[in-house]
């Protein structure tokens, strides 16, 4: 039977976002085809995917839970960032909405990219919002907070959530971000692949135990910096092999 991957990317589309717009598109659309490249590669998984962005007049759905065809380009390009910062709505309602269409068994990677701090959510708090990730930690969902112009460490332990990464606040700093996301998030599938849905069960840091080394770029742009990286990701998976066998 097939492992039921769902990929839930919550975008932040406020007016500040401005600044690093292309190198949100032109990443996202990469993390996109990174997820139709894994479909390909692990044949025992099932990639679903769910992309919202969101800002204070809309909070906006582009994918909604659409299973990953590998001869289909998923391509975006709808992005206008203006107002404010709604994290804890947007959160909630793509959260809750996933939730109710999702089994026990399947996995969950829940991925938040903000610039800025909430300011402007009138449905959720920070308290439901910690609530909620809580819950659906013990299920085995994995929540990733990445941020910038915040103290990342702050917000993400207020929302109960490990695993974070702060980036710069810049052209350059959203694009190394972006390329560090997707190695990391290919490592996570790879090991998926391997231990299952078990290796959740314990507390998982997508930006320590995915094993995959931080490159600058990515692995179609750099090829070498790629063949390093699963060279990285087999040590690890050896390393979890020889953990299995000791116990």
Same mark, same amino acid.
């Given at each position: 039977?097939?492992?039921?991957?769902?990929?839930?990317?919550?975008?932040?589309?406020?007016?500040?976002?401005?600044?690093?717009?292309?190198?949100?598109?032109?990443?996202? @659309?990469?993390?996109?085809?990174?997820?139709?490249?894994?479909?390909?590669?692990?044949?025992?998984? =099932?990639?679903?995917?769910?992309?919202?962005?969101?800002?204070?007049?809309?909070?906006?759905?582009?994918?909604?839970?659409?299973?990953?065809?590998?001869?289909?380009?998923?391509?975006?390009?709808?992005?206008?960032?203006?107002? +404010?910062?709604?994290?804890?709505?947007?959160?909630? &309602?793509?959260? +809750? =909405?996933?939730? @109710? @269409? *999702? $089994?026990?068994?399947? %996995?969950?990677?829940?991925?938040? #990219?903000?610039?800025?701090?909430?300011?402007?959510?009138?449905?959720?708090?920070?308290?439901?919002?910690?609530?909620?990730?809580?819950?659906?930690?013990?299920?085995?969902?994995?929540?990733?907070?990445?941020?910038?112009?915040?103290?990342?460490?702050? %917000?993400?332990?207020?929302?109960? #959530?490990?695993?974070r990464r702060q980036f710069e606040y810049s052209d350059t700093g959203a694009e190394e971000m972006l390329c560090e996301e997707?190695?990391?998030?290919?490592?996570?599938?790879?090991?998926?692949?391997?231990?299952?849905?078990?290796?959740?069960?314990?507390?998982?840091?997508?930006?320590?135990?995915?094993?995959?080394?931080?490159?600058?770029?990515?692995?179609? =742009?750099?090829?070498? &910096?790629? =063949?390093? @990286?699963?060279?990285?990701?087999? *040590? $690890?998976?050896?390393?979890?092999?020889?953990?299995?066998?000791?116990?």
């Amino acid at each position: 039977m097939k492992q039921k991957v769902y990929n839930l990317i919550i975008l932040d589309e406020s007016g500040s976002m401005q600044m690093i717009a292309k190198q949100a598109v032109s990443g996202l @659309n990469e993390t996109l085809q990174s997820i139709v490249a894994a479909q390909k590669e692990h044949d025992n998984q =099932e990639h679903y995917v769910s992309f919202v962005t969101f800002n204070s007049r809309r909070i906006h759905t582009v994918i909604n839970r659409k299973k990953v065809d590998v001869e289909e380009e998923l391509k975006w390009d709808d992005f206008s960032p203006n107002s +404010c910062t709604p994290l804890f709505d947007a959160m909630g &309602q793509s959260i +809750c =909405e996933l939730r @109710n @269409n *999702v $089994g026990n068994d399947d %996995v969950v990677l829940v991925t938040i #990219i903000t610039d800025g701090m909430e300011n402007a959510s009138k449905e959720y708090d920070g308290m439901e919002i910690k609530k909620l990730v809580s819950d659906l930690k013990e299920k085995g969902w994995l929540f990733v907070y990445i941020g910038t112009n915040q103290d990342v460490d702050a %917000v993400a332990d207020s929302i109960g #959530i490990r695993s974070r990464r702060q980036f710069e606040y810049s052209d350059t700093g959203a694009e190394e971000m972006l390329c560090e996301e997707r190695n990391r998030r290919r490592g996570f599938y790879d090991l998926l692949a391997f231990h299952g849905k078990a290796m959740l069960e314990e507390e998982y840091d997508f930006f320590k135990d995915s094993e995959i080394g931080n490159g600058k770029n990515g692995e179609k =742009e750099n090829e070498p &910096q790629a =063949e390093n @990286n699963k060279s990285e990701a087999s *040590v $690890g998976l050896i390393g979890k092999i020889k953990k299995l066998i000791k116990a």
